[in-house]
């Protein structure tokens, strides 16, 4: 089978029982790789009623049929799970080279089940598999971990590992890999399920080479894109200034949030632009088959917040959460916060929305300072964050209660803190403001694993952008509503077979849209899917993942925003005062959708689509 190797591994962790499963043409036409291969593994296999930190549940590692090749940003892989933060379905995407080094090592995919009776490391070489004692390493941070692992494994390996956030189980903890850099499977708290398998790292690598349907058709595009991606614009733009350059511009349009979501402005971008992050930034980083290099490594060689030394440097998301939205203006200090969230394995962005959240109730008088441990979290005190973050990382004191996400902390604080958790379906928002655009209204309303601005991907075409791949000739008015909830379905359509190919999202603004994406998919597996077909596959890819949240209870009732987001007004004047119409747009993208009016996909849709 061209672009695969055919094969999956199960591995219990409890017995150390080991089995390859098989991985059909069939099964993998319909759910490509990464995150949809991963959707039906775990509607499979992970019954709704499992505890997310239970042994029932599973982890899930895909590789899609990019990784391994020469394909453009093709390294990323998809880690899938049910969620600890939200309870229902959970996916985290990661890039650098981990992708491939699991190809390489002869696999697909893994399925992890099962809780290992002590800290263990999974070593995948060449298609075979063994379980380590990792005794020595657990309670290391993830930078130890990786240099023990690199020192222990050599070169041609990569690995997969947590830190003590996960270990502790905090509920928004992150899968961290390439070293220093820190690429990370941040979002919905898989790094939380790992620790509780006791499951430390998967380490990967060998010479297992995956066949290509059209070797030398694939190489004819490989060279045609290889000179089109690293010209465009938006390519050079992000090489000049990484993701940190949409700073000022989202802060100019009403995108950045800002004392947790409740300004307009931020007085401080000057502080965390990226024009600030190039004062601390020593080289570009690439993920694997990467052309543009958009990853930063910042180094402070001295004062509050000097770093260990050169490491990964905070991405837009980071700047704007551990920034902006604490009223922190200085990127020194953001860094070093990027660097302990890193080290601990914590996502950034539940992170600096947990720091929000407590920072409003302190200010508002619903948590005391000695509720705090005694820390003064008030706003824009960097040191008081990392202090904060610190107790997150190691769950010690009021680190406890803030390392399980908004949702628990509002409910153990009381009605009045719930005003402040900015969170869909227990997924903290991530730092774009759907009061600037109305389709990240229904877009963070029905991702599939909660707010997520990923999962439609199409607010930067609500402005600036075109996409007549999309139908989108020309940049969208990012206030409207008519024709959202259609373009929204779409995206998230797009976006779903984006997630399970495994390759960066980034790519589709240098010129890799949905018609080189379906040729080159063509030419690495030979499936025959058109352009409709192709996006059809992403259509089922997205309710198959509808369809596991409703046998979890999702229904029309958790498709909201929260309410800061849905009715505060920030300032005066037209923009300022947009509201996003989220409910006006439901009814009209369920229909689309094939969905009831609860939100449920009915029979006649899951027959369309072959899904049960």
């Known amino acids: 089978m061209h672009g695969y190797h055919g094969k999956v591994l199960l591995v219990d962790l409890g017995s150390g029982r080991m089995e390859e499963l098989p991985l059909g043409r069939d099964t993998a036409r319909a759910f490509i790789g990464g995150s949809g291969l991963g959707a039906h593994c775990l509607h499979e296999r992970v019954p709704a009623t499992a505890e997310p930190l239970g042994e029932s549940n599973a982890l899930i590692f895909m590789a899609g049929p990019f990784a391994g090749t020469k394909a453009f940003s093709g390294d990323r892989f998809q880690v899938v799970s049910k969620s600890p933060l939200t309870g229902v379905y959970g996916e985290a995407s990661c890039g650098g080279r981990w992708g491939s080094a699991l190809r390489s090592a002869g696999y697909d995919g893994l399925v992890l089940t099962g809780t290992a009776e002590r800290p263990v490391i999974l070593c995948l070489e060449d298609g075979n598999a063994s379980l380590e004692d990792a005794g020595d390493l657990w309670g290391q941070d993830t930078f130890a971990t990786q240099e023990a692992l690199s020192t222990r494994f050599g070169k041609g390996f990569e690995a997969a590992c947590i830190g003590p956030a996960g270990e502790k189980l905090v509920r928004y903890a992150a899968i961290q890999t390439s070293g220093v850099h820190s690429r990370m499977a941040a979002r919905a708290g898989l790094g939380a399920v790992m620790g509780a398998k006791r499951l430390k790292a998967v380490v990967a690598g060998g010479d297992q080479k995956v066949s290509l349907a059209d070797p030398e058709g694939f190489l004819a595009f490989w060279r045609e894109f290889s000179k089109q991606v690293p010209a465009t614009f938006d390519a050079k733009d992000m090489r000049d200034n990484g993701t940190a350059g949409t700073a000022r511009y989202c802060d100019l349009v009403g995108d950045l949030p800002v004392r947790n979501w409740t300004g307009r402005r931020f007085p401080g971008i000057d502080g965390i632009s990226a024009e600030a992050l190039k004062a601390i930034n020593v080289r570009r980083y690439y993920c694997g088959g990467c052309l543009v290099g958009c990853g930063r490594t910042v180094d402070i060689p001295d004062g509050p917040f000097a770093t260990s030394g050169p490491v990964g440097g905070p991405e837009y998301e980071t700047i704007a959460m551990l920034g902006s939205n604490l009223l922190v203006g200085d990127i020194r200090a953001v860094a070093k916060a990027n660097e302990l969230c890193n080290r601990y394995g914590l996502d950034t962005i539940s992170a600096g929305s947990v720091l929000g959240m407590a920072m409003e109730c302190y200010e508002r008088g619903i948590v005391t300072r000695a509720d705090l441990d005694g820390v003064d979290l008030t706003w824009g005190n960097a040191e008081a964050v990392l202090e904060v973050l610190h107790r997150i990382g190691r769950r010690q004191g009021i680190g406890e209660l803030l390392g399980e996400g908004t949702r628990r902390i509002a409910e153990a604080w009381g009605p009045p803190a719930a005003e402040f958790a900015v969170h869909v379906k227990g997924l903290e928002a991530p730092a774009h403001d759907p009061r600037a655009k109305s389709s990240l209204a229904l877009a963070y309303a029905t991702s599939n694993r909660g707010a997520c601005h990923l999962q439609a991907f199409g607010y930067d075409f609500?402005?600036?952008?075109?996409?007549?791949?999309?139908?989108?000739?020309?940049?969208?008015?990012?206030?409207?509503?008519?024709?959202?909830?259609?373009?929204?379905?779409?995206?998230?359509?797009?976006?779903?077979?984006?997630?399970?190919?495994?390759?960066?999202?980034?790519?589709?603004?240098?010129?890799?849209?949905?018609?080189?994406?379906?040729?080159?998919?063509?030419?690495?597996?030979?499936?025959?899917?058109?352009?409709?077909?192709?996006?059809?596959?992403?259509?089922?890819?997205?309710?198959?993942?509808?369809?596991?949240?409703?046998?979890?209870?999702?229904?029309?009732?958790?498709?909201?925003?929260?309410?800061?987001?849905?009715?505060l007004r920030r300032g005066s004047g037209e923009e300022q005062d947009r509201l996003p119409p989220a409910g006006a747009m439901l009814e009209e993208y369920y229909r689309l959708r094939g969905w009831d009016e609860i939100g449920h996909p009915t029979s006649a849709k899951l027959a369309e689509l072959g899904l049960r």
């Open 462 to 567: 609500e402005h600036l952008c075109r996409f007549p791949d999309m139908g989108v000739p020309e940049p969208l008015d990012r206030f409207a509503v008519e024709g959202k909830p259609a373009y929204v379905a779409r995206m998230e359509n797009l976006m779903s077979m984006l997630d399970s190919l495994c390759c960066c999202k980034f790519m589709l603004f240098c010129s890799l849209t949905v018609g080189p994406l379906v040729r080159e998919l063509e030419l690495i597996t030979g499936f025959g899917l058109d352009r409709e077909e192709f996006l059809k596959t992403g259509e089922r890819i997205f309710n198959l993942k509808r369809l596991y949240n409703v046998k979890c209870g999702v229904s029309r009732i958790h498709d909201v925003l929260p309410p800061r987001l849905l009715t």
